[in-house]
C-alpha cells in the first residue's frame, strides 16, 4: 500500500509560481511511476504532468508544457511540479497519483493506470 500526501497548494495571483510536493510512503519510491492531475470545478480530473521510474522519460499537457516542470527525489520519496507564470485556468484541485510498478519507458496519460492517489492540494489563481 502507498500513502500519497501532497503539499504546497494556495491562493496566487495570476503570474506566479508555487512548487507542489508529494511525499510517498509504504513502496519504494524507485519503483512507481508517478504523475500530477488536476480537477477544476465541475470538470472532469486531467492529467498535469507524469515521470517515469528512473526519470527516463516526462510528459505534459499541452496546457501547462513550457509552464510546469515536474521532478522526483528518489531519496526523499517526494514528487514535485513547479509551477510558472500560473493563469487564473489553473485553479484546481492538485492530485498527486502513483502507479506501482511503474512504468521506466511509459507514462500513462489517462487516470485509470493509477493504482493510488492523495487526497489532493488546491491551487487557486485570481486575476
Known amino acids: 500500500q502507498v500513502q500519497l500526501v501532497e503539499s504546497g497548494g494556495g491562493l496566487v495571483q495570476a503570474g506566479a509560481s508555487l512548487r507542489l510536493s508529494c511525499s510517498a510512503s509504504?513502496?519504494?519510491?524507485?519503483?512507481?511511476?508517478m504523475a500530477w492531475f488536476r480537477q477544476g470545478l465541475g470538470k472532469e480530473r486531467e492529467f498535469v504532468a507524469g515521470?517515469?521510474?528512473?526519470?527516463?522519460?516526462?510528459q505534459y499537457s499541452d496546457s501547462v508544457k513550457g509552464r510546469f516542470t515536474i521532478s522526483r527525489d528518489d531519496g526523499k520519496n517526494t514528487l514535485y511540479l513547479q509551477m510558472n507564470s500560473l493563469k487564473p485556468e489553473d485553479t484546481a484541485v492538485y492530485y498527486c497519483?502513483?502507479?506501482?510498478?511503474?512504468?521506466?519507458?511509459?507514462?500513462?496519460?489517462?487516470?485509470?493506470?493509477?493504482?493510488?492517489w492523495g487526497q489532493g492540494t488546491q491551487v487557486t489563481v485570481s486575476s
Open positions: 497519483a502513483a502507479d506501482d510498478p511503474g512504468n521506466i519507458w511509459y507514462v500513462p496519460l489517462s487516470a485509470s493506470p493509477y493504482d493510488y
Open positions: 509504504g513502496r519504494s519510491f524507485y519503483y512507481l511511476g
Open positions: 515521470i517515469a521510474r528512473r526519470h527516463e522519460v516526462i
